[in-house]
C-alpha cells in the first residue's frame, strides 16, 4: 500500500523538528554540555552497532516491511531512515534528559551481591523473551526481550542502587520522550510508512493509541537504555574527576 510520506520525510516532520528544538533550548542541568552530548554521542554509536544486526533480521524474516515508496535508500535490508533513527533517538531522548539533576555522591563501589541482583533481573528478561520464541507470533517480543538483556545486565549490574535512587529523573526522563514516540509511531504505522506482521506479533495493544504492544516495548526499552546510559555516565565521570 502506498504511503503519504516518505521515511525521511517523517523524520524531517516529526523528528528532526524536536532534536533541533531540544538543542537551541536544554540548559544542562544534569552535566556539562560536554558531558551529556559525549554520553549522548557514544550511545547513539553503540545503538548504531547494536541494533543494526537485530532489526536486518527480523525485516528479514517479514516482521516488519515498509510502504511502498516510502524507502529511498537502503543499507542491507533496512532503509537509511531506520539507522537514522537509531542516531536520532539519543539525542532525542538525551537532550531531554539533561534538563534534570541526578546527585552523583554516592560512592561507585558496590558489592558484588548486589550486583548479582540487577544481572539476575535483566537474566529475567532475557529467559522470558526466550521463552515467547517458542511460538511465531512472540518472534518479535520475545527476539526484543532477548536483545535487550545484555545491554539491561550491563547497566543493571553496574549500577541498579543508583539508578533506583534517581527513580524520579530517571522516570521522566525516559517516560515523557517514549509517549512522544509511541503517538509519532502510531502516525507511522496509521500512515503505512512501516507495517507489521499478524504473523509475527502478539495482536495486544497499547490501550488507547492502538499501538501494538513490541513498538510500545521497543520505545520504551530503547528510551530506557538512552537514559541509564547517560545517568551511569554522568556519575562515573563526576566521582572519577
Known amino acids: 500500500m502506498t504511503a503519504l510520506l516518505t521515511y525521511l520525510q517523517f523524520h524531517a516532520l516529526f523528528v528532526v523538528p524536536v532534536v533541533v528544538g531540544l538543542v537551541l533550548t ?10 551529556v552530548l559525549t554520553a549522548t554521542a557514544l550511545l547513539a554509536g553503540l545503538a548504531l552497532v547494536y541494533t543494526t544486526p537485530w532489526d536486518n533480521y527480523l ?11 516510502t524507502v529511498l535508500v537502503r ?4 532503509p537509511l531512515g531506520e539507522y537514522l533513527f ?8 538525551g537532550l531531554w534528559l539533561a534538563r534534570f539533576r541526578v546527585d552523583t555522591t554516592p560512592s ?11 544481572f539476575l533481573a535483566a537474566a529475567l ?36 542502587q543508583f539508578l533506583r535512587r534517581e527513580w524520579r529523573t530517571v ?11 509511541w503517538l509519532i509511531d502510531s502516525v507511522a504505522l496509521a500512515l503505512n510508512i512501516w507495517s507489521l506482521s499478524d ?5 495486544l495493544e497499547l490501550p488507547g493509541l492502538g499501538l501494538p504492544i513490541e513498538e510500545a516495548v521497543f520505545f520504551l526499552l530503547t528510551s530506557l537504555f538512552v537514559v541509564q546510559g547517560i545517568v551511569l555516565y554522568v556519575w562515573v565521570v563526576d566521582r572519577w574527576s
Request: charged residues 10%; positive net charge.
Open 26 to 35: 536544554t540548559p544542562y542541568r544534569l552535566a556539562s554540555r560536554r558531558t
Open 59 to 69: 525485516i528479514g524474516r517479514g516482521v516488519w516491511w515498509y510502504g511502498e515508496g
Open 75 to 78: 543499507g542491507f535490508r533496512a
Open 86 to 93: 537509531f542516531l536520532l533517538q539519543p539525542f532525542l531522548v
Open 108 to 118: 561507585l563501589r558496590t558489592p558484588v551481591r548486589v550486583r548479582a541482583v540487577g
Open 125 to 160: 528478561v532475557g529467559i522470558s523473551g526466550l521463552a515467547l520464541l517458542d511460538r511465531s507470533s512472540g518472534l518479535y517480543l520475545g527476539s526484543l526481550l532477548a536483545w535487550s538483556a545484555p545491554i539491561l545486565a550491563i547497566q543493571w549490574a553496574f549500577g541498579w
Open 171 to 181: 522516570a521522566v526522563g525516559t517516560l515523557v520522550p517514549t509517549g512522544y514516540l
Open 199 to 203: 504473523r509475527y506479533t502478539t495482536g
